[in-house]
């Protein structure tokens, strides 16, 4: 049994930053793809950043440039450090992490961190 476990959400104003961290604990032996998810209320689940096992990210069009994605694979923890924050970022984040190499739509899932942008 894998567990993943997000923590660093808050609230924050629009322009601040917020960094959310992601460990995974359990027994595991090996971790592919890592990244971050987030919803917004009434909308559905949209990839915000992916990072592969060698460090390679990918990022989705809204994020680029404000959001970077991180691993350290020693922690088996995954990093999002957002800048540049707005309103429209608010939502609950998850993780998510491939423990069998058929990619993260077959991935484990953390409970989720609120973020909330708003003045």
């Known amino acids: 049994q894998v567990q993943l476990v997000e923590s660093g959400g808050g609230l924050v104003q629009p322009g601040g930053s917020l960094r959310l961290s992601c460990a995974a604990s359990?027994?595991?032996?090996?971790?592919?793809?890592m990244g971050w998810y987030r919803q917004a209320p009434g909308k559905q689940r949209e990839l915000v950043a992916i990072i592969s096992s060698g460090g390679r990210p990918h990022y989705a069009d809204s994020v680029k440039g404000r959001f970077t994605i991180s691993r350290d694979n020693v922690k088996n923890t995954v990093y999002l450090q957002m800048i540049s924050l707005k309103p429209e970022d608010t939502a609950v984040y998850y993780c998510?992490?491939?423990?069998?190499?058929?990619?993260?739509?077959?991935?484990?899932w953390g409970q989720g961190t609120q973020v909330t942008v708003s003045s």
């Open positions: 359990g027994r595991i032996f090996r971790i592919y793809d």
């Open positions: 998510s992490a491939d423990f069998t190499g058929r990619g993260l739509d077959f991935g484990s």
